[in-house]
């Protein structure tokens, strides 16, 4: 017959304190006083120097709408001509290509890589980059949404040193 033998944990069961002494001893987290920046102390007398309370409680920031938009890049046009045509969304008249990226999906157009062919892109938004080597290549570049580009104009509330005077 095979003699078993039980594990450690089971022969404790029962017995309060498992073998280790005194109840304040072994008490897992509560013993390590807590995890993370447990003890910062966000009230009274308790207030820690080392954390500044402004910043370290509440929500701060924005998230940028631009990580929103679906981007692809010129090297990528070759290379995805087929889901294009998936998608119905490029045609071909001579050696143009006619490519409209919102209906693939795409917001933007970038300009990394190099372009193999003449492109007639229609997008709604555009890198200068991407522009200018589409053009260079003998495409054309259609944006169907024109970011608004406000310019700030300077303060005339501003004294110079002759008014100061």
Known sequence: MQNRKRK???KRRAHTTHGYGSM???????NKGGSGNAGTGKKADSKKPSINVGEYFGKYGFHSVKSRLNTISIYELIIKIPEFEK???ISKSGNTYNLDLSKSGYDKLLGTGKIGGKFNVKVKFASEKAISKIESAGGKV?????????IVEENSNEKSAEDIE
Request: net charge positive; glycine share 10%; no cysteine.
């Open 87 to 89: 998608k119905e969304a």
């Open 142 to 150: 259609e944006l169907t949404e024109k970011k608004k580009i406000e």
């Open 8 to 10: 450690k944990i089971r």
């Open 24 to 30: 304040k001893k072994n008490r897992g987290k509560g």
